[in-house]
């Protein structure tokens, strides 16, 4: 019994003697680990974020009538450029039976009040002219014809305000019957016309459609809608992440989706102070002008990406930030140089701005450096430089 459990003991020893030889020996029969290397390049480092949103015009007017009624007719199609005072529509008026009533009734009640001013002012002035001739004979005194003389001149100024009430209330009635009337101008008008340069941008009415003047209590109806297409703006969203990041001034870059290898600049200009839960997100509103697009037509509405330009550095001395190590303790920046064959040697450096790929170096190595590529996948062909 010993004898077995000796005999099995030697040979679990002689087994695992032998194990440990081969792996050994499997070692040592494996390639060494060669190591690649790479030089700092020069590059230009651009620290950015993105956001989505579409170009829109700057100002976009709409224009409303200042009278309701029904289309009668367009003038202009959207895409079309007019001027300032060019006519846009025609509208025509279908007066309210309830109003145009009244207002006939107002007519009759100012003619029969201006009939009744005009009787008396003619009892008035006969009397007027009787006493004037007893007062220039010493009849009667001066203050029984001064009372009469003033009667007879408020009298005459009574005829007047009849005169007056009457072309009101005629004036009143032309305005709910043809939308109109003589010697208001531009005050009252069935023709719409621009109220600024540029291009139409939506026609949102067409003949036969009616539409309500802007007042008070509603807003009116769109006649058209009019924009100076060469002044453009960004109108997009950033996260609640990336806003703290951003301030006004900084440079933008707008790519729009239909318009493939052209990148538009731009400043941006207002960040919304507040924002608005969007998909379990909050997002702040951002608007940016765009810089002259005189040699590019921009289609109001198009889906654009702005890249908001957080920090760059031109022209600058940079390496893979994957060849970047950092020491345990401090936590340092540092690599490693290639001194000779396989030998490398650490050296710390001080890094800039990095946009994930590649890191500013501002100190500690020159462009003739050679850095050791210590991550590097075994098995992978490495076509960096050696």
């Not at 100012?110 to 009849?139: C, H, M, P, W």
């Not at 009849?162 to 709910?176: F, H, M, P, V, W």
């Not at 919304?272 to 909050?282: D, I, R, S």
């Not at 702040?284 to 330009?309: C, E, V, W």
Request: charged share 25%; glycine share 8%.
């Amino acid at each position: 019994m010993k004898r077995t459990k000796t005999a099995v003991i030697l040979i679990f020893i002689v087994v695992v003697f032998g194990g440990a030889l081969y792996y050994l020996w499997q070692k040592n029969s494996e390639d060494p680990v060669t190591y690649t290397s790479q030089t700092p390049t020069m590059e230009t480092i651009v620290v950015k974020t993105v956001a989505t949103g579409s170009i829109v015009p700057k100002e976009e007017i709409l224009i409303k009538p200042n009278i309701s009624g029904v289309v009668e007719e367009v003038f202009i199609e959207a895409g079309e450029y007019v001027k300032s005072g060019d006519l846009i529509a025609q509208i025509r008026v279908i007066p309210n039976v309830s109003s145009l009533t009244s207002a006939k009734n107002g007519i009759s009640s100012s003619q029969t009040a201006l009939q009744t001013a005009e009787i008396n002012l003619q009892t008035q002035q006969s009397n007027y002219d009787r006493q004037k001739a007893l007062f220039e004979k010493g009849v009667i005194s001066a203050n029984d014809f001064e009372g009469v003389k003033n009667t007879y001149l408020q009298t005459k100024q009574a005829v007047a305000q009849a005169r007056i009430n009457l072309n009101s209330a005629s004036q009143n009635y032309d305005i709910i019957k043809t939308g109109t009337t003589s010697g208001l101008g531009n005050i009252a008008q069935t023709q719409v016309r621009a109220t600024v340069s540029g291009m139409v941008l939506d026609v949102p009415v067409k003949a036969g459609n009616q539409v309500i003047e802007a007042n008070n209590f509603n807003e009116g109806t769109s006649i058209a809608s009019l924009a100076d297409v060469q002044k453009m703006i960004f109108e997009g969203k950033v996260d609640e992440s990336e806003v703290g990041k951003i301030k006004e001034g900084l440079p933008l870059e707008i790519t729009v989706g239909a318009i493939e290898d052209e990148k538009f600049d731009a400043v941006l200009d207002y960040i919304a102070p507040k924002g608005v839960a969007e998909n379990g997100a909050v997002q702040f509103a951002i608007k940016g002008s765009l810089k002259s697009i005189d040699s590019t037509f921009i289609r109001a509405g198009l889906s654009a990406n702005a890249s908001i330009i957080l920090e760059k550095a031109e022209n600058v001395l940079a390496i893979k930030e994957a060849l970047v190590q950092y020491d345990k303790d401090t936590k340092k920046p540092y690599v490693e140089l290639v001194i000779g064959d396989q030998e490398f040697e650490r050296r710390d450096v001080e890094l800039g701005i990095s946009d994930g790929i590649n890191v500013e170096v501002k100190s500690g190595l020159t462009k003739d450096d050679k850095i050791k590529v210590w991550n590097q996948v075994q098995g992978v062909p490495n076509y960096a430089q050696q």
